[in-house]
């Protein structure tokens, strides 16, 4: 793409922006997953998680967020779903319950987890932490494995993403 897809602008801002003003009604605190250039170019400061052990894509930018809290569900939402809006957000935050681990959207033939808008929980965490720690850096894969709500969107576009690596993240409580 020979770009940032974050500083895409699909409206009147950035789309790290966007998804910033789409989430913050649910979350305590916003925080981006990025590298260090990145980071710096926003503007974030403390609120950026450059990835502790790079390399791995975008599970490196989940490991540095469950390491970073590992008590609190996280809002995972990569930059890339120009498409979703504040109800697919409920959705995700309602399906929260006893024995999920990760409430995620899926496909429409249950066949496609999507790792980068989700949920995760504190027991989806640190399951995901030890796998990574075993070397698997699949973050669907990790889904795959736990027990997770699977909800299927409104709408199959908000599941179209420009398969970017940049998230942004949020702690919810």
Not at 36 to 49: D, F, H, T, V
Not at 146 to 171: C, H, K, M, V, Y
Request: net charge negative.
């Amino acid at each position: 793409m020979g770009r940032d897809k974050a500083e895409i602008a699909y409206g009147a801002q950035p789309q790290w922006r966007a998804i910033a003003d789409l989430i913050r009604p649910f979350c305590n605190e916003i925080y981006w997953s990025g590298t260090e250039k990145q980071i710096n170019a926003w503007g974030i400061g403390a609120r950026g998680l450059v990835d502790k052990i790079p390399g791995h894509g975008p599970a490196s930018g989940l490991h540095s967020a469950f390491s970073m809290f590992p008590s609190v569900g996280w809002l995972v939402v990569a930059c890339d779903y120009p498409f979703l809006e504040a109800q697919d957000i409920e959705c995700l935050i309602a399906g929260r319950g006893p024995g999920v681990d990760v409430v995620t959207f899926v496909g429409e033939n249950h066949d496609n987890i999507e790792p980068l808008l989700s949920l995760w929980e504190p027991t989806a965490q640190r399951q995901f932490l030890d796998a990574f720690g075993l070397g698997v850096d699949s973050p669907r894969r990790i889904i795959g494995g736990l027990q997770f709500r699977a909800i299927r969107p409104r709408d199959s576009r908000i599941l179209s993403n420009f398969n970017g690596s940049e998230n942004s993240t949020a702690p919810v409580t």
